[in-house]
């Protein structure tokens, strides 16, 4: 019985170290199994029980959008790339909308956002697409 309930422990401290929900379920499920083995039922009662308890959890989890992956854009997220909302200074714009310009003490490729206008000054940074910049409206 004791044994369930230090698994339960050990599988917390994990989850305290990762911080993912995952190992929370399996705590849960080894408490579960601990309990059922202070009821003195056979051992594969308290196997099942852990596995039941286990994923009834992540169930349970999937289906309120807890363990949901949030996809974070990075060319787009000022939070992950500090280049956004940096401004730039354009001389000229290309016919099919792209420049280069200095930025950073190099030079890079630039193109236009969607809808606006290609006119020359200063833009300023709202994409990053690989090694170009996407630039929008001046500043």
């Given at each position: 019985?004791?044994?369930?309930?230090?698994?339960?422990?050990?599988?917390l401290?994990?989850e305290?170290m990762t911080?993912?929900?995952?190992?929370?379920?399996?705590?849960?499920?080894?408490?579960?199994?601990?309990?059922?083995?202070?009821?003195?039922?056979?051992?594969?009662?308290?196997l099942?029980t852990?596995g039941v308890?286990?994923?009834?959890g992540?169930?349970?989890?999937?289906g309120?959008?807890?363990?949901?992956?949030?996809?974070?854009d990075?060319s787009?997220?000022?939070?992950v790339?500090?280049?956004?909302?940096?401004?730039?200074?354009?001389?000229?714009w290309?016919a099919?909308?792209s420049?280069?310009?200095?930025?950073?003490?190099?030079h890079?490729?630039?193109?236009l956002?969607a809808?606006?206008?290609?006119?020359?000054?200063?833009?300023v940074i709202?994409?990053?697409?690989?090694?170009?910049?996407v630039?929008?409206?001046?500043?």
């Amino acid at each position: 019985m004791w044994v369930w309930f230090g698994l339960a422990a050990i599988a917390l401290i994990g989850e305290v170290m990762t911080g993912t929900f995952y190992l929370l379920l399996v705590a849960l499920g080894l408490a579960a199994a601990g309990i059922v083995a202070a009821l003195d039922m056979a051992l594969q009662w308290q196997l099942v029980t852990c596995g039941v308890v286990a994923l009834a959890g992540l169930a349970v989890l999937r289906g309120t959008g807890v363990l949901k992956k949030r996809e974070i854009d990075a060319s787009r997220n000022a939070n992950v790339n500090l280049d956004i909302g940096q401004a730039v200074q354009v001389e000229e714009w290309s016919a099919t909308g792209s420049a280069r310009v200095w930025y950073r003490g190099a030079h890079w490729q630039a193109e236009l956002a969607a809808g606006e206008v290609a006119a020359p000054g200063t833009h300023v940074i709202t994409e990053v697409r690989g090694t170009r910049l996407v630039l929008s409206g001046k500043r």
